[in-house]
């Protein structure tokens, strides 16, 4: 009780002084961010869950491309799960003279598990949800269908040997993701159908699919059992792995914002080391005469103990709360990311959040309140015992720095879920230490030979040859800051401009597939007369790997799940004079044109890294029956994010000519041009379009959202920042004005001494900011390039604003904080020194 | 039955090595002062007298030699074991008054008590205060007190656990003579209703005057200074 009392009157007193009040900020703010972002992040990711529920059609399905083995059925009734069936494939669908090519989805009466199918009696009118499916004997089709075949609700349709009512125009259905295949427009059948069509024979493409749903059952379970089951061509997916596309986006912005938040949390880490050192220094003297009044080391120690749980329970605690409220303006800053508003934001950020402010005030305090509990009683009458460190002990001070730096390591792995981006922000924040220390020893020792002089610029030197290792502290923590906010700001426009800029706004967004040779010319043509200029048509050749080197390609060869699937597939193979100008060259040579028919082959990086092959390899590929052989010559990296058509493989041109090949198109088209495609899909009905503009809508949506989003964190770590220069300022006040007040009564004028501080605050700012773009500008070319994946450019505008701000910024604040103390008579400083 | 001395030094010796030397504060210093008796150490700046001061209440170690607080050696015992000694037996003055500035004029009286697990440090501390005559300054903090006030605070606080042994380390020094006056006569007359042993170190000649014995420190030695009249009047 008598430590408790005596923590918090200590508190109490810090507190009016102001040593605690830079510390409790900090730590509010770096709370505070964190939560924020987590809350944030957590709600994004549950309704991502709930949106890859919705578009899968349950919580879990399992597909196969044969009729799945009855003991998955089986199994998932045991357990209580509620289940539906779905078979899909391609097929013709005519109205007697015309016919198209239709996605048919037949499904069991209890589709969807999840979500619900829109329907309506007419195009363009509003949908009802249905309450069942489609009954036997009847269908449903999509407007486009409708549109193509000139057909209207009550007409007939032929699917294979039979012949359907269509019974309703399907609006929207779950399931409806980003999967290419459901590109093609659809017609949703009764499962009970689709025998009597005899469309479903042996080969057919068909994809079966057992959709889940937890009922009162749970599913993981399921999912474990299920697993271990799997056969060839049978696969288990789940909500994490619906909508690729928007995962993709939104985990590269929670990682942005991750960022963002743990700039803030390293700022105010800074922040709080720095405002603890005047914090113990003005404290010594009291835990000293306790210790001379009897006070145990054990009592001293719990009322440091206390101290610090008191300030990280009020802070976590606050921080917390202004993290809460933060955060649903954050949400409503990202607006309507998905069709319905975010979930409600869970407890474990707010826990996390709480968590993390007391590891990051006990990491950085900690060893500052040691040196407390370990003050001589002998201090009370030798004040000089903590002013001059031996070199063993700053060598301990030094290592107390170790404690906050592993929770930073920490922090940072846990924020950016990247062992690469923290691993890179450590090394960053270790090599600044060492770079700063480093100049403080050189400066100091160069400003060793300087001569005395009565100058202002000389005493401001002479200040810094006094104080080398607070010079030191100060230098680098300033740069700590200044690094982490230069790096925000090159995040914040470039590498999100980057980001924006790897889907730019004419990306392709409109895939046209299966032209054939004889149409190509027709195609250009009108794809011409429509304005669009330069659209390129690239082969395609289908074909399966069969040997390397002489060995036979088998699924059991390969443990990685990609690599299996590569090799059971069959993939396309294009050829090409010229690299596409977005991909890029890593191993071997791009051919000549005297190389025309030659049997090379160019891979992409990742299927060569899958399936272990490497330049030189000898692939033999099974093409429509036919074997072809061809060498590797090169490797290359491809941007799949860029929209437009890629191939695994490419060959030199000649090389695939005795083969079948179809053709593939990407081109931009604004959303709601359809006139175009829906003329040159009526002229060659053979022709697949697949509409990707309503995905590339809504994930540039994402990434406009989400920049404002981080904009908003930003904000914290600008506060954060502040905090920091106060703190450096603040750290050797006590010390600068008992200086300057005795050089006052020395006859030193006031211009002198402005002149003094403004050189010394000067040097500091320059020196920080120096080593501050440096390593901000590594930072950032790592983390962009390396954990981001986008390029990077060297910003000349935003380093040089940054040593400008510093070297002006610095002195000027210094100058303010030292400003009331020179108006002062000096007697009355000399009183309190 | 014999009482130990309440303070003894033995072959004291303390020396402070820098790069470039090593100096010599106290040479073997021997010193007994008995239980009740009120002591004076006098010297010149710089002689040592606040280190044989921090020596003799455990506050720091000798080189060699023995201290013995009411018979027992506390160079042989460990931070906390001296910390205890000192709570036990010993009140502190100091020229810079020491007060905790985060606690009021009656907590900081209070402290001392509570640190030995006194229940009624409360009631102590305010009849304390309230010999010192700062009855209506209970709940005001340091900052809030005149320099005299803080040193009356001090001696409140250095009286309240009844110690057995006083030390004093220029208690006048940080006052004006009239205020200084008022607590040394302050000091000397709660000392003596109490019996407390009194160790005062000063450069002050006429403080010094008002104890029964006075010693110089001089060459790392303590050496008796003769009787004077002024002394007389005690």
Request: proline share 4%; net charge neutral; aromatic share 6%.
């Amino acid at each position: 009780m008598l430590a408790l009392n005596l923590a918090w009157r200590q508190l109490r007193s810090l507190w009016a002084s102001g040593e605690v009040r830079v510390l409790f900020l900090a730590l509010v703010l770096a709370v505070a961010a964190t939560t924020t972002v987590g809350l944030f992040t957590d709600r994004v990711a549950s309704a991502l869950v709930r949106e890859g529920g919705l578009l899968l059609g349950g919580d879990m399905v399992v597909q196969a491309d044969h009729p799945l083995p009855a003991q998955f059925v089986e199994a998932a009734e045991q357990q209580r799960l509620h289940t539906a069936q779905t078979m899909e494939f391609p097929s013709m669908v005519s109205d007697g003279e015309q016919s198209q090519l239709a996605e048919i989805k037949a499904v069991s009466d209890s589709f969807p598990l999840r979500g619900e199918l829109t329907i309506a009696a007419a195009p363009a009118t509003s949908g009802i949800a249905a309450r069942s499916v489609p009954q036997p004997g009847s269908v449903w089709l999509e407007p486009r269908l409708a549109g193509l075949l000139a057909l209207a609700v009550g007409d007939h349709v032929q699917l294979g040997e039979s012949k359907l009512r269509v019974a309703a125009l399907l609006q929207q259905e779950p399931s409806r993701g980003g999967d290419m295949f459901s590109y093609a427009p659809r017609l949703m059948m009764n499962l009970a159908d689709v025998e009597a069509t005899g469309l479903v024979q042996y080969g057919s493409r068909v994809r079966y699919q057992l959709l889940l749903a937890a009922g009162s059952g749970p599913l993981a379970d399921y999912k474990a059992w299920a697993e271990a089951r799997l056969g060839d061509g049978e696969k288990l997916m789940d909500v994490s792995t619906a909508r690729p596309e928007m995962r993709s986006a939104l985990d590269k912005s929670s990682q942005f914002l991750g960022l963002a938040a743990m700039v803030a949390v390293l700022l105010a880490m800074v922040a709080m080391y720095l405002a603890s050192l005047p914090y113990v220094q003005n404290s010594f003297d009291s835990y000293a005469m306790m210790r001379c009044l009897g006070a145990s080391r054990a009592l001293m120690l719990k009322v440091l103990l206390y101290q610090a749980l008191l300030l990280a329970a009020l802070g976590a605690l606050l921080g917390a709360a202004i993290g809460y409220v933060a955060q649903s303006g954050l949400s409503m800053l990202a607006g309507r990311l998905f069709a319905e508003a975010l979930p409600a934001a869970a407890w474990t950020p707010l826990l996390l959040g709480c968590l993390a402010g007391l590891l990051i005030l006990l990491a950085v305090l900690w060893p500052q309140l040691l040196r407390l509990a370990q003050v001589p009683a002998l201090r009370i009458l030798r004040r000089d015992l903590e002013h001059s460190p031996s070199e063993g002990k700053r060598w301990l001070q030094r290592l107390s720095l170790l404690p906050a730096l592993l929770v930073m390591a920490l922090l940072l792995l846990w924020q950016s879920g990247d062992w690469k981006l923290g691993g890179a922000m450590l090394v960053a924040l270790c090599g600044l230490l060492a770079v700063t220390t480093g100049l403080a020893r050189l400066g100091s020792s160069m400003l060793q030979r300087l001569p005395g002089s009565h100058s202002g610029w000389r005493l401001g030197l002479a200040g810094l040859r006094r104080r080398p290792w607070l010079a030191a502290a100060q230098v680098s923590a300033l740069s700590l800051g200044l690094m982490a906010l230069l790096l925000l700001a090159l995040i914040r426009s470039d590498l999100l401009n980057n980001w924006q800029q790897s889907l730019p706004a004419d990306a392709p967004n409109r895939f046209m597939i299966n032209i054939q040779p004889d149409q190509l010319d027709a195609i250009q043509q009108r794809l011409h007369q429509a304005g669009l200029q330069d659209t390129q048509l690239f082969p395609m050749v289908r074909g399966r790997l069969t040997a390397v080197n002489g060995e036979p390609v088998l699924v059991d060869n390969y443990t990685d799940d990609r690599a299996r699937r590569l090799a059971e597939r069959e993939f396309n193979l294009s050829w090409a004079a010229d690299m596409q100008a977005d991909n890029q060259l890593l191993q071997g040579r791009w051919w000549t044109a005297s190389q025309h028919g030659q049997p090379l082959v160019s891979l992409e990086q990742d299927l060569a890294t899958a399936l272990g092959l490497k330049v030189g390899d000898r692939l033999r590929y099974d093409i429509a029956g036919s074997p072809l052989e061809l060498t590797v010559s090169s490797i290359r990296k491809v941007e799949w994010d860029s929209m437009r058509a890629n191939f695994f493989a490419v060959t030199p041109p000649g090389v695939l000519d005795g083969f079948d090949a179809s053709y593939i198109s990407s081109f931009h088209l604004p959303i709601g041009n359809d006139t175009l495609i829906n003329s040159l899909v009526k002229a060659m009905p053979n022709l697949t379009v697949l509409d990707i503009a309503a995905i590339m809508q809504q994930v540039r949506g994402v990434m406009a959202r989400m920049t404002h989003a981080v904009e908003y964190v930003f904000a914290f770590s600008l506060l954060a920042g502040i905090a920091v220069l106060y703190a450096a300022l603040a750290a050797t006040r006590a010390e600068r004005t008992r200086e300057m007040t005795l050089l006052r009564v020395l006859g030193a004028r006031s211009r002198q001494l402005y002149q003094a501080v403004f050189t010394e605050f000067a040097v500091i700012g320059l020196l920080a900011a120096l080593v501050a773009v440096l390593v901000a500008n590594l930072l950032a070319y790592y983390v962009s390039v390396q954990v981001l994946g986008i390029v990077y450019a060297f910003n000349l505008r935003f380093s040089l604003l940054l040593l400008m701000l510093a070297a002006l910024l610095v002195p000027t604040a210094a100058w303010f904080g030292v400003r009331s103390d020179l108006q002062q008579p000096p007697r009355h400083l000399l009183q309190s020194v | 039955m014999h009482k130990p001395p309440a303070v003894e030094a033995l072959e004291l010796d303390k020396h402070i090595s820098s790069s470039t030397a090593t100096l010599t504060i106290l040479n073997g210093l021997q010193l007994r002062v008995e239980q009740g008796e009120r002591l004076a150490i006098i010297g010149r700046s710089g002689s040592g007298k606040s280190t044989l001061l921090a020596l003799l209440a455990g506050l720091d170690l000798p080189s060699t030699g023995k201290v013995r607080i009411l018979g027992e050696d506390i160079v042989e015992l460990d931070e906390d074991g001296r910390a205890a000694v000192r709570g036990r037996s010993m009140g502190f003055v100091f020229q810079s008054f020491q007060l905790l500035p985060s606690l009021t004029a009656l907590e900081n009286v209070m402290l001392p008590l509570q640190l030995t697990g006194r229940r009624d440090a409360a009631a102590l501390a305010q009849a304390a205060l309230a010999q010192v005559g700062l009855s209506a300054r209970l709940s005001h903090y340091p900052r809030q007190l005149s320099g005299g006030e803080q040193q009356r605070v001090a001696i409140a606080r250095a009286f309240a656990p009844q110690p057995q042994i006083l030390f004093a380390d220029e208690p006048t020094g940080n006052l004006d003579a009239s205020t200084g006056q008022h607590i040394i006569d302050l000091l000397f007359q709660l000392n003596e209703a109490a019996g407390t042993t009194l160790i005062l170190v000063t450069h002050d000649m006429a403080l010094a005057s008002r104890c029964e014995r006075i010693l110089t420190l001089q060459d790392g030695q303590l050496q008796q200074v003769p009787q004077t009249p002024a002394r007389s009047g005690r």
